[in-house]
Nanobody, 126 residues
Framework: QLQLVESGGGLVQPGGSLRLSCAAS????????IGWFRQAPGKEREGVSC????????YYADSVKGRFTISRDNAKNTVYLQMNSLKPEDTAVYFC???????????????????WGQGTQVTVSS
């Protein structure tokens, strides 16, 4: 059974850091671009960052450029999102997703990947 499982969310103070992990099972992750999306209460889901199958191409939303870094370890079937200098407006449920066909920018902008994880809550508050 194909699954994406997020971990690493939690409560952090403004200016702090978190690293999210997305573990894929039931399929070979390097056949898919992987992305991180987030959704805050009352807001649309937003494409935060996406990474290509081989990890050479990345996309970041303007709101996170310079603060977030996406990476992948295909040997571990895992994708990471390092989040630094967190702000209260980063508070959301973060989802990872897999897309077999789209490249990174269309994947993040169109927000219609093939598979979704269940999400992990990130709360930035003092």
């Amino acid at each position: 059974q194909l699954q994406l499982v997020e971990s690493g969310g939690g409560l952090v103070q403004p200016g702090g850091s978190l690293r999210l992990s997305c573990a894929a099972s039931g399929f070979t992750a390097d056949y898919y671009a992987i992305g991180w999306f987030r959704q805050a209460p009352g807001k649309e889901r937003e494409g935060v960052s996406c990474i290509s199958k081989n990890g050479r191409s990345t996309y970041y939303a303007d709101s996170v450029k310079g603060r977030f870094t996406i990476s992948r370890d295909n040997a571990k079937n895992t994708v990471y999102l390092q989040m630094n200098s967190l702000k209260p407006e980063d508070t959301a449920v973060y989802f990872c997703a897999a897309d077999a066909l789209r490249t990174v920018q269309p994947m993040c902008v169109m927000k219609r990947p093939d598979y979704w994880g269940q999400g992990t809550q990130v709360t930035v508050s003092s």
